[in-house]
């Protein structure tokens, strides 16, 4: 979800990729069906783990786990507190994509601050 907003809505200060910890093998219908009701198709965008993002080229991560990531990582972090909608009720993941659509704006909108 965090990327399908961030390369909607930040494109002009950010280049969003996502990865998972323990990452699952597909996107849960309940989070493409309520991403689809923002008129956010997540087309394109499958779950990843750690092993296929490469870590050096990124200025930031964003660690929306819970869980502490690995001591190599040496960029800068940002920690959210997201709670894991995978196996809840449409309503739950809902509440969590605008939870997310939230965290992200607010990224955007200080990271245009910084630029600017």
């Given at each position: 979800?965090?990327?399908?907003?961030?390369?909607?809505?930040?494109?002009?200060?950010?280049e969003?990729?996502?990865?998972g910890?323990?990452?699952?093998?597909?996107?849960?219908?309940e989070?493409?069906q309520?991403?689809?009701?923002?008129?956010?198709?997540?087309?394109?965008?499958?779950?990843?783990?750690l092993?296929?993002?490469?870590?050096?080229?990124?200025?930031?991560?964003?660690?929306?786990?819970?869980?502490?990531?690995p001591?190599y990582?040496?960029?800068?972090?940002?920690?959210?507190?997201?709670?894991?909608?995978?196996?809840?009720?449409i309503?739950?993941?809902?509440?969590?994509?605008?939870?997310?659509?939230?965290?992200?704006?607010?990224?955007?909108?200080?990271?245009?601050?910084?630029?600017?």
């Open positions: 979800m965090a990327e399908g907003f961030a390369r909607r809505y930040g494109s002009d200060v950010m969003a990729s996502s990865a910890l323990a990452h699952a093998l597909e996107i849960p219908v989070t493409l309520v991403m689809e009701e923002k008129n956010m198709p997540l087309d394109g965008q499958f779950p990843k783990g092993d296929d993002v490469e870590f050096g080229s990124f200025d930031l991560v964003v660690n929306m786990s819970g869980i502490p990531l001591p990582l040496t960029t800068s972090v940002r920690e959210w507190e997201v709670p894991d909608p995978v196996g809840k009720r309503e739950y993941h809902r509440k969590v994509r605008d939870v997310i659509e939230n965290l992200v704006m607010r990224l955007i909108l200080d990271l245009r601050r910084t630029k600017g």
